[in-house]
Structure formats: C-alpha cells, structure tokens
C-alpha cells in the first residue's frame, strides 16, 4: 500500500484537474475561494510593504560615523554620501542587485493591492475572463515575490557561500515557475474552451446571441 502513495496523489491530481475543465465547478470553485484569495493578496500586500520600507541589511541609522546629518559610506573606487534612513545595501558593491530586489518586490506589491481591490469590489468570479484575469494576477504576484525573495538571499549572502546552496534556490524558483506556467497555460485552455463553446450556441441560436456573447464578461 505505502508503495503506491504516488498513484494516490496522482488521482487526486487529475480529479481536481477535471473539476477544473468543468464550467460550472470552475466557477463555483472560484466563488468559494475569493476569501482564501483575499487573505492570501492582503498577506502578500503586507509583506512586500514591509520590506520596502525595511529593506534588506537596514538603513543608515542618525549619527553613524559621527555625522548626524548625512553619513559617509567608503565604497570601492570612492566615497558615496547618504543621509539616515537610506538603505545601506543600495550605496554599496550590490546597489544592482538591490535595485532588481526593489523592482521586483514593487511589482509583486502592486499586484496584490491590484487582486485586493477585484476581491473587495463586488466583481463577481464566475466568468471565464474573470477567473483568468485573476488567476495571471496572482501568480504574477507570487512569481514576482519569488524573484524578490531570491535576488535578497543572494544580496545578503557573503561571496564565499557554498554554490551548492545558491543552486538549490535556483532549482526551487524554476521548478515553481514551471507549476506557474502549467496552471497559467491550463487555466488558458479551458478559458479559450469555453470561449469557443460559447461561439457554437451563438452559431446554433442567432436569436439569442447576445447572452451568450457575455459570458466571458
């Protein structure tokens, strides 16, 4: 029996999967989860904002180096000024990476605020458009934190850490962007399934086309 736990999983997998292709459960579905999905933006939202307001290694602090206005931080080649409160990573060797940290954490920030505001604005998530537009939302959101998360672990990691460790976040961040991709390219199919389901009653039924043309709306 413990030898076939895989083909358990499995099963489990292409059920909900098929639960997925059908119309009516997919919607439902959807319906169900908006509070999960809202949860889940707001813990995004808050995250990403208390991170770009505390980022990464601390801010200059009031009176470093016996300066109270503004600071002085030696960089190679050359000194660089910055006043209290400014992120000491962002005047230093990895401003770049710094600079890719905040990129990537504003857009998964601006992108939970973005599914927050569908979540808590009535639009209801029972059409195939909605649904899709949502589902690219999120995983824009948590794909955008992954990056952000990735590029801060490098940022405040020493140069001398082991490769081993740096390959094993690689790994993880690809193969989740693989599942991403998956979802995103099956929630595509059923989207463009129902979009062609929706021509045919048109096709089949010209008095009644306008309702049907909605569906996606």
């Not at 206005?69 to 000491?88: A, D, R």
């Not at 998530?125 to 794909?143: E, H, N, T």
Request: aromatic share 10%; proline share 4%.
């Amino acid at each position: 029996m413990a030898r076939c736990w895989w083909r358990i999983i499995l099963k489990d997998i292409i059920k909900g999967l098929k639960k997925l292709t059908d119309e009516g459960e997919s919607r439902q579905w959807m319906e169900d989860i908006r509070g999960n999905l809202a949860m889940v933006a707001t813990v995004i939202a808050t995250v990403t904002f208390q991170t770009g307001l505390n980022p990464p290694g601390g801010v200059v602090q009031n009176g470093d180096h016996g300066n109270v206005s503004c600071s002085k931080m030696v960089k190679s080649g050359g000194g660089n000024y910055q006043c209290p409160g400014i992120s000491v990573i962002a005047g230093g060797e990895r401003g770049f990476q710094f600079s890719v940290f905040v990129t990537f954490n504003n857009l998964s920030f601006a992108s939970s605020l973005l599914a927050c505001f569908f979540l808590v604005s009535g639009v209801p998530l029972r059409k195939p458009l909605a649904i899709l537009l949502m589902a690219v939302d999120m995983c824009f959101s948590l794909g955008a934190l992954g990056i952000a998360y990735c590029v801060g672990v490098f940022m405040t990691e020493p140069q001398n850490v082991s490769f081993v460790r740096h390959l094993s976040i690689m790994i993880s961040v690809i193969t989740f962007f693989a599942i991403v991709v998956f979802y995103l390219l099956f929630r595509l199919l059923i989207t463009f399934k129902e979009f062609l389901k929706g021509n045919q009653i048109i096709h089949a039924a010209p008095s009644s086309a306008i309702a049907p043309s909605l569906e996606l709306i």
